[in-house]
Nanobody, 121 residues
Framework: QVQLVESGGGLVQSGGSLRLSCTASGSIFSINAMGWYRQAPGKERELVATITSIGSTNYADSVKDRFTISRDNAKRTVSLQMNSLKPEDTAVYYC???????????????WGQGTQVTVSS
Protein backbone atom coordinates (compact mmCIF):
# COMPACT_ATOMS: atom_id res chain seq x y z
CA GLN A 1 0.00 0.00 0.00
CA VAL A 2 1.27 3.46 -0.93
CA GLN A 3 -0.20 6.72 0.28
CA LEU A 4 0.49 10.32 -0.68
CA VAL A 5 -0.93 12.74 1.86
CA GLU A 6 -1.08 16.46 1.12
CA SER A 7 -1.45 19.35 3.51
CA GLY A 8 -1.30 23.12 3.46
CA GLY A 9 -4.14 24.21 1.22
CA GLY A 10 -6.60 26.92 2.16
CA LEU A 11 -7.98 30.35 1.41
CA VAL A 12 -5.65 33.29 0.80
CA GLN A 13 -5.97 36.77 -0.64
CA SER A 14 -4.46 37.71 -3.98
CA GLY A 15 -0.76 38.39 -3.55
CA GLY A 16 -0.49 36.09 -0.55
CA SER A 17 1.48 32.90 -0.02
CA LEU A 18 0.79 29.27 0.80
CA ARG A 19 3.01 26.24 1.24
CA LEU A 20 1.82 22.78 0.25
CA SER A 21 3.48 19.61 1.51
CA CYS A 22 3.09 15.97 0.57
CA THR A 23 4.48 12.87 2.25
CA ALA A 24 4.73 9.47 0.63
CA SER A 25 4.41 6.43 2.87
CA GLY A 26 3.98 2.69 2.65
CA SER A 27 5.79 -0.02 0.75
CA ILE A 28 8.20 2.06 -1.37
CA PHE A 29 11.55 0.96 -2.82
CA SER A 30 12.49 4.20 -4.57
CA ILE A 31 10.94 7.45 -5.75
CA ASN A 32 11.85 9.01 -9.09
CA ALA A 33 10.20 12.30 -9.98
CA MET A 34 7.68 13.98 -7.73
CA GLY A 35 5.42 16.81 -8.66
CA TRP A 36 2.39 18.97 -8.20
CA TYR A 37 -0.55 19.21 -10.57
CA ARG A 38 -3.76 21.22 -10.32
CA GLN A 39 -7.27 21.10 -11.64
CA ALA A 40 -9.62 24.06 -11.72
CA PRO A 41 -13.39 23.63 -12.12
CA GLY A 42 -14.27 22.77 -15.70
CA LYS A 43 -10.65 22.39 -16.72
CA GLU A 44 -8.27 19.51 -17.24
CA ARG A 45 -5.57 18.64 -14.73
CA GLU A 46 -2.36 20.48 -15.55
CA LEU A 47 1.26 20.29 -14.50
CA VAL A 48 2.42 22.89 -12.00
CA ALA A 49 5.95 21.75 -11.17
CA THR A 50 8.07 18.62 -11.02
CA ILE A 51 11.36 17.70 -9.38
CA THR A 52 13.62 14.71 -10.03
CA SER A 53 15.38 12.64 -7.40
CA ILE A 54 18.54 14.71 -7.95
CA GLY A 55 16.74 18.04 -7.75
CA SER A 56 16.19 19.07 -11.34
CA THR A 57 13.02 21.13 -11.58
CA ASN A 58 10.45 22.00 -14.21
CA TYR A 59 7.69 24.60 -13.93
CA ALA A 60 4.62 25.60 -15.88
CA ASP A 61 5.16 29.00 -17.48
CA SER A 62 2.23 30.39 -15.50
CA VAL A 63 3.94 29.78 -12.15
CA LYS A 64 7.61 30.41 -12.96
CA ASP A 65 9.24 32.95 -10.63
CA ARG A 66 6.30 32.63 -8.19
CA PHE A 67 6.31 28.97 -7.12
CA THR A 68 9.21 26.88 -5.85
CA ILE A 69 9.20 23.09 -5.61
CA SER A 70 11.52 21.21 -3.27
CA ARG A 71 11.87 17.73 -1.83
CA ASP A 72 13.45 15.86 1.03
CA ASN A 73 14.39 12.39 -0.17
CA ALA A 74 15.06 11.06 3.32
CA LYS A 75 11.59 12.09 4.50
CA ARG A 76 9.91 11.25 1.17
CA THR A 77 8.32 14.66 1.04
CA VAL A 78 7.75 17.20 -1.70
CA SER A 79 6.73 20.79 -1.05
CA LEU A 80 5.45 23.68 -3.11
CA GLN A 81 6.02 27.23 -1.92
CA MET A 82 3.51 29.47 -3.66
CA ASN A 83 4.06 33.23 -3.58
CA SER A 84 2.30 36.13 -5.26
CA LEU A 85 -0.82 34.02 -5.63
CA LYS A 86 -3.45 35.05 -8.16
CA PRO A 87 -7.15 34.19 -8.40
CA GLU A 88 -6.35 32.06 -11.45
CA ASP A 89 -4.24 29.81 -9.21
CA THR A 90 -7.45 28.63 -7.56
CA ALA A 91 -7.70 24.87 -8.01
CA VAL A 92 -7.41 21.51 -6.33
CA TYR A 93 -3.70 20.71 -6.10
CA TYR A 94 -2.56 17.11 -6.39
CA CYS A 95 0.73 15.58 -5.32
CA UNK A 96 2.24 13.00 -7.68
CA UNK A 97 5.09 10.53 -7.29
CA UNK A 98 6.63 8.18 -9.84
CA UNK A 99 7.88 5.32 -7.69
CA UNK A 100 8.88 1.67 -7.50
CA UNK A 101 7.47 -0.58 -4.82
CA UNK A 102 10.18 -3.24 -5.13
CA UNK A 103 13.63 -3.77 -6.62
CA UNK A 104 13.34 -4.54 -10.33
CA UNK A 105 9.70 -3.54 -10.53
CA UNK A 106 8.30 -1.04 -13.01
CA UNK A 107 7.70 2.44 -11.68
CA UNK A 108 4.25 3.96 -11.87
CA UNK A 109 2.48 7.14 -10.83
CA UNK A 110 0.72 7.52 -7.53
CA TRP A 111 -1.50 10.46 -6.58
CA GLY A 112 -2.63 12.20 -3.46
CA GLN A 113 -6.26 12.98 -2.71
CA GLY A 114 -5.88 16.67 -3.50
CA THR A 115 -5.97 19.85 -1.45
CA GLN A 116 -8.02 22.93 -2.25
CA VAL A 117 -6.30 26.26 -2.84
CA THR A 118 -8.56 29.28 -3.17
CA VAL A 119 -7.23 32.74 -3.96
CA SER A 120 -9.64 35.61 -3.48
CA SER A 121 -9.37 38.85 -5.43
Amino acid sequence: QVQLVESGGGLVQSGGSLRLSCTASGSIFSINAMGWYRQAPGKERELVATITSIGSTNYADSVKDRFTISRDNAKRTVSLQMNSLKPEDTAVYYCQADLKRAYGSTSRDYWGQGTQVTVSS
